[in-house]
């Protein structure tokens, strides 16, 4: 255990971007002319109701009376037994909609209220963040379309019906690789043409400026209480790593925001398939400069994830900035990995964890060695219900197409 | 500043009284047609040719420009085969590279620019590097001589035009609606407001495009815009299996509607 003493706010590592929406030399708003003024205009308003007590408040008893926050610490004794060191899980599994994605999506569509705007436009790859968002838009009334990818409507059938029982639309993305990529590049096509009306609800820290700012402010509460709760169990101290898995990277750069200002180790964990950190270079996508898996002529390459909510060759550009000044650490598993690991938890544990946060317990397993006698902090960032009826598929068929799971994936489409 | 190249014959041929007609095409569709298209284009009456070069994750683009990339990149096309065609065609008038940033930036500025003009192109038009990114690219674009054309928007407020003209090379293009490329049966009401109000605060040519599908749009439009981008009403006529031959014809008749028109 490393002592603790976060001094938060005050110089803070994490507390870009600039005014240019840049961390480092990562961030920025790369979007059509169009959106542009739609970008000035949600910074604007982002930065008055973040500034308004009341707003806060009001955000704050939603997280409380209606999400369940805060999410519980729970220490795992017999995993920590099997592994060989302690491990502490974040609950984000336990909110209301299952995942963490219900933290930024309450704050986003209370700001859309605030701006007068009744029409929610969101992407989903693993369905959490549309039904987070469905659900929001259920209780503040609010229209809402979401954008998923045909592989992952197929591979998310529960999570699909549920948004279509919350009133929400989901429109199928058919191009490309048909999963979050596409997703996105249809919901910001959505934008583009509905901008006056429609609300664009992000669900990580992408996108143009204020995006990566704005979502990793509405899930600092993770890190917070993770903190609180660390030093309280801990008698003071503080887990020697914190680990959370990397799709966009919300949920990791709100559990790292309680950290990033103490010693604790800080590591992030993609898919072998979507190592947008690992193997990624700089590059433009969807509004910011950032890592990304491209060719050498600057096509962007689809990743290739049994998990949807992972399955991105992109990452939010405060962890290319986090990379870059080598504050966090970024690590890659494979599929393979995440399936024991998605066992090994809900059998030791009883939790069946989402596919997502499996690949950090998957390379905590894998780094064991270099783990054995330290205090691991995972965060759990969703429940494992959408994905038990896809694993049992892939259990029943034949172990040697593990890392190549294809629901029926073709690249490059309609040729 | 020097007025380059796609300025310079833009402006003669407006100050004549002609109204612009600037047709896009894909590179790399139709497979192996594509360069030709380009001369037919030319032929036509073009006075300026668009050229995408497709990108895998066209946010500005509906669903027809998209499947012509789409196509364009599953037959393998890639933007340095694109360019070396590009420097064997024979056409008359001024050409311009339409893509997205992240293919430049990878590239790198210069050697994109220099890429560009190696190929016979003048211009760019990048369509999500919006005039708080462009610096780094408009510098070395300025530097090497290629126009870097900017978009302005129906969603601008009046106080944002007089900046994007200001920095804008080659012509002002108008985007003619909100939304992504595409044919639409009625001409927007933001099109030819969009020119109005960039006409009032630019005397460089101010071109409209995104939404114009026929000649008879087009001739609405340029009662008060200088001119008109058409490509998806283009692609579409290829995506229908007309040919190369269709495509021409297509651009012929939007040629001889504005002709018409500017008399
Ligand atoms: C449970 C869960 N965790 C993580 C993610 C990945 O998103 P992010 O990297 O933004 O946390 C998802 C996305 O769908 C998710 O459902």
Known sequence: MVAASADEGTNSLMEGPDEHGRFGRFGGRFVPETLVPACAELEDAFRSAWADDGFRAEFHSLLTDYAGRPSPLTDCVNLSTELGFRILLKREDLNHTGSHKINNVLGQTLLAKRMGKSRIVAETGAGQHGVATATAAAYFGQECVVYMGEVDIARQALNVYRMQLLGAEVRPARSGSRTLKDAVNEAMREWVASVESSYYCLGSVMGPHPYPWMVREFHRTIGREAFDQSTALLDGGLPDVVVACIGGGSNAVGIFSGFVDTDVELVGVEPAGGAAVARGVPGVVHGSMSFLMQDEFGQVQEAQSVSAGLDYPGVGPEHAFLADVGRARYEAVTDSEVLDAFELLSRTEGIIPALEPAHGLAWMIRARDELAGKTVLLNLSGRGDKDVAQVQAIRQGDPAALDTVDFSRTNGDAV | ?263
């Open chain 2, 1 to 263: 500043m020097t007025v380059g190249t796609l300025e310079t014959a833009l402006r003669a041929k407006r100050d004549e009284g002609r109204k612009l007609l600037v047709p896009y095409v894909t590179a790399g569709f139709p497979v192996d047609e594509w360069p030709r298209l380009i001369e037919g284009l030319g032929a036509a009456g073009a006075d300026a040719i668009e050229i995408g070069l497709p990108f895998s994750d066209p946010v500005m683009d509906g669903p027809t420009i998209q499947e012509a990339s789409t196509r364009a990149l599953g037959a393998g096309i890639t933007p340095v085969a694109a360019l070396e065609q590009v420097a064997k065609v024979d056409v008359g008038v001024p050409l311009v590279a339409m893509t997205y940033y992240n293919i430049c930036f990878k590239m790198g500025h210069r050697r994109f620019a220099n890429a560009l003009l190696d190929s016979g192109i003048c211009a760019a038009i990048l369509p999500d590097l919006p005039l708080e990114e462009v610096g780094p690219w408009a510098k070395a674009a300025d530097h090497v001589g290629v126009e870097t054309v900017l978009l302005a928007a129906p969603t601008a407020p009046d106080e944002r035009l007089p900046a994007i003209v200001e920095r804008a090379r080659g012509f002002v293009y108008g985007v003619g609606l909100v939304g992504t490329t595409g044919e639409r049966s009625e001409l927007a009401s933001t099109a030819v407001e969009m020119a109005r109000r960039l006409k009032a605060v630019t005397d460089k040519p101010v071109i409209i495009g995104v939404g114009v599908s026929s000649p008879e749009q087009a001739v609405e439009l340029v009662d008060v815009a200088d001119g008109v981008v058409v490509g998806s009403a283009i692609i579409r006529r290829l995506l229908d299996g007309g040919g190369i031959d269709d495509a021409i014809a297509f651009v012929a008749d939007l040629r001889a509607a504005l002709d018409r028109a500017a008399h």
